[in-house]
């Protein structure tokens, strides 16, 4: 399929270049959108053809469960069975931001998304690209990088089209996004376990949880 390249102002989106993304969304495909977490592909979740085209593009193992963003705490609480209090405190402190939580996903969330696995990474984004979708959509959106996997992160969408061209839709050029990436903590057993360190250092984290 071929692959359209959309130049943005990632703080100042313009009408039609939503307007297109989510056109895409809707139909089922998948859009490349600058964060505050570097590049990433966003899609429908609750569209099976959509999860199935976003493990495509990234060359993704169908045991890696598909991060979410989220437009807020309660449509967090709409896609867990269950929060503990931990999460409560670091979303509080830390979104929106790069901060992504690992929690047990609810009936609601298709359990492809989740790599089988029941546990779902979701994510609140200072992103006013993401944010728009979100609201717009009243939804949320799978939310993982823009990449293939194995190979480095894309950090402009002139990257993202070089190597995603013919993968995905829509590519929403906003320049370079020069963030580390989000940090990943998993909170689904008792305390609070490091997948990843990103932007917020892990330090950080559990001084927050200390309080």
């Known amino acids: 399929m071929p692959t359209d390249l959309i130049e943005i102002n990632p703080e100042e989106p313009s009408a039609q ?9 809707r139909a089922g495909g998948v859009v490349a ?6 590049y990433a592909l966003v899609a429908d979740p609750f569209n099976l053809r959509a999860v199935s085209q976003v493990f495509h593009a990234k ?4 045991e890696r469960s598909l991060p979410l963003l ?17 999460f409560y405190v670091l979303a509080r ?18 359990l492809k998304v ?17 944010a728009a979708l979100l609201e717009s959509l009243g939804q949320p959106l799978i939310a993982t990088s823009a990449n293939i996997s194995g190979l480095p992160t894309c950090r402009t969408g002139v990257e993202v089209f070089a190597m995603m061209d013919g993968r ?15 940090t990943t903590v998993d909170i689904t057993e008792p305390g609070c376990r490091l997948i990843r360190e990103g932007e ?11 309080q």
């Open 17 to 25: 270049a939503l307007a297109r993304a989510i056109a895409v969304i």
């Open 33 to 38: 959108v600058p964060t505050d977490a570097l």
């Open 59 to 62: 060359g993704r193992a169908p």
């Open 70 to 86: 989220v437009s807020d705490l309660l449509m967090a609480e709409e896609l867990a069975r269950e929060l503990p209090p931990s």
């Open 93 to 110: 402190r830390f979104w929106p931001g790069p901060l992504t939580l690992i929690v047990h996903a609810s009936a609601r969330v298709p």
């Open 114 to 130: 989740t790599g089988n696995t029941g546990r779902l990474a979701l994510r609140q984004s200072r992103s006013r690209v993401a």
């Open 168 to 182: 995905v839709d829509l590519v929403l050029d906003g320049g370079p996004c020069s963030g580390h990436g989000a």
């Open 200 to 210: 917020i250092p892990f330090t950080s984290i559990e001084e927050c949880l200390k």
